[in-house]
């Protein structure tokens, strides 16, 4: 008999009669996603666009200037460089369509898919056959549940991106991250330098030739050569702190993505796959602190099956992965002894009706369009991890 006092019920499948499908319409159904620009656009991907666009403006038309010679001639270079391989590669992240093979072919997203019906199959992917895209899939291939459709090698959706990382884009994807984390961290240390200068040695920070017809030395010029403005002091230091602060952010969160990246690579290990093992990791130790017998990694899944919980890549970062189980079904007082009857009987059919597992991943239910695993930046897995932590990952396949 199955011991269910103090322990939260994870529910893997429908109590008899009561399926969630029951609550899926054909008005329900969706259409897939191209790539990144299809609307509507997640929030993160605007704020991501905001934020390059004020570095940039800021950048190269306020304080890189002030810049005494060669120093700004290498700031130009060394931002510019990291700049333009940032825009180039997030428009290619972006533009990319990492569906699989047999959905691009298709060339056609006008058609919604069908609704998945859990009744007629146990997954959208079973024995590697998608029942939504209807094709033929390789084992790393998920059904992504924010894009609708299937990606190959698939790796986690980014909100910033507002599209999936997977096998085709995932290079563009990693470019971006690195060349913002240089980007930004060459502006930081010039933004840095004006702020320190402004303080110990202003006129080192006067050298254009508009200068000369500057009178007061509480009076700056911006947007030189092409575009004098005057601007006071107070205006250049407080627009300098600001940029100092969400710069300082963004470093942070892009090296905690970098790196996360950086270790999955050298682990030869995708976003996906990192939270499967790590989950299956915590299962196991939960398991252990509530003196469930352990079990061999064949059946652990079995014994111990859950929700995929959803996960949310790339605020930009969360300081940790933080696997967020929607529970359901929890036993907040002792229940009675039918009540455990009942459950020992649930559990018996759970197992029956999940039986089948695919590839390494644990069984889970899911609805086409509900997001399954909502991450790196933003990234509650978020794309972060637990050592180096993962940024959130967003979405999540359906499998």
């Known amino acids: 008999m199955m011991s269910c006092f103090g322990r939260g019920l994870r529910r893997t499948a429908p109590a008899r009669g009561s ?15 191209v790539n990144g620009w299809a609307c509507p656009p997640h929030s993160f991907q605007l704020v991501g666009w905001t934020i390059y666009s004020y ?3 800021v950048g190269f038309g306020i304080y890189i200037p002030l810049l005494p010679s060669p120093w700004s001639h290498m700031a130009y270079s060394l931002t510019g460089i990291a700049f333009i391989v940032h825009l180039v590669s997030h428009l290619a992240a972006v533009s990319i369509d990492p569906a699989e093979a047999g959905v691009r072919a298709k060339k056609s997203y006008s058609n919604p898919l069908p609704v998945f019906d859990k009744k007629k199959q146990p997954h959208v992917i079973h024995n590697l056959h998608c029942y939504l895209c209807k094709i033929n899939v390789d084992p790393k291939v998920k059904h992504c549940g924010v894009c609708n459709k299937c990606i190959e090698d698939f790796d986690h959706h980014c909100k910033w991106l507002n599209n999936c990382v997977g096998g085709q884009n995932y290079w563009y994807f990693f470019v971006t991250v690195l060349s913002a984390t240089l980007g930004v961290l060459v502006l930081l240390m010039v933004v840095l330098f004006i702020f320190i ?18 009178m007061s030395n509480r009076t700056w010029l911006v947007f030189l050569p092409l575009a004098p403005m005057e601007t006071g002091s107070g205006s250049l230091l407080v627009v300098a702190f600001l940029t100092v602060m969400l710069a300082t952010g963004s470093l942070l969160l892009l090296v905690h993505l970098l790196g996360f990246h950086i270790y999955l690579l050298l682990n030869k290990m995708s976003t996906y796959d990192y939270i499967i093992t790590r989950r299956r990791k915590q299962a196991s130790q939960q398991d252990v602190e509530m003196g469930f017998p352990q079990s061999s990694d064949s059946n652990a899944g079995q014994n111990h099956p859950q929700m995929e919980p959803s996960m949310d890549c790339d605020a930009l970062l969360s300081d940790s992965v933080s696997c967020k189980n929607q529970e359901t079904g929890t036993i907040s007082s002792q229940p009675s002894g039918s009540f455990c009857t009942e459950l020992d009987n649930f559990t018996k059919s759970s197992e029956k009706e999940n039986g089948f597992y695919y590839g390494t991943e644990l069984p889970t239910q899911i609805i086409p369009g509900e997001e399954v695993m909502d991450d790196p930046l933003g990234w509650r897995l978020g794309g972060g991890g637990e050592g180096p932590r993962a940024g959130q990952c967003e979405g999540g396949p359906l499998h």
């Open 55 to 57: 570095m940039a403006v």
């Open 197 to 214: 200068q402004h303080y110990m040695d202003p006129a080192s920070l006067r050298t254009a030739p508009q200068f000369t017809s500057v």
């Open 19 to 33: 399926s969630r499908n029951e609550l899926v319409t054909p008005s329900t159904a969706s259409l897939s996603r």
